[in-house]
């Protein structure tokens, strides 16, 4: 289990506001994202890294209206398989549209 990490003030506001949304501490989050990176047998060696791709992903999803920015919605209540397909079907037209 990681003990520490070191983020930018940047990322810890933003994990702020989304463990907020779920009323989960930090910590409570922290831990829930590392359970479930090994649960998916995603490789946690470099913890702080993914948890700055968490962040990025939260927003970006939020100014692609994949996710609803009101933080009283929450983010456990949303259908994540139907977001990722979404997620996905837009990366594809983003990559056929650069070819």
């Known amino acids: ?3 520490s990490v070191r983020l930018e003030e940047m990322f810890w506001l933003i ?3 989304i463990g907020e949304r779920d009323e989960l501490t930090v910590p409570q989050l ?3 994202l590392y359970n479930e990176s090994l649960d998916a047998g995603h490789d946690v060696g470099n913890f702080t890294s993914f948890l700055r791709v968490c962040c990025l992903r939260y927003l970006d999803l939020q100014l ?3 996710i609803p920015a009101q ?3 929450k983010l ?3 259908p994540a398989d139907e977001i990722l397909s979404l997620e996905a079907v837009e990366r594809l037209k983003v990559n056929s549209s650069l070819t």
């Open 1 to 3: 289990m990681v003990t």
């Open 15 to 17: 994990l702020e506001s």
């Open 30 to 32: 922290l831990h829930r």
């Open 64 to 66: 692609r209206d994949l």
């Open 71 to 73: 933080a009283h919605v």
């Open 76 to 78: 456990s209540q949303l």
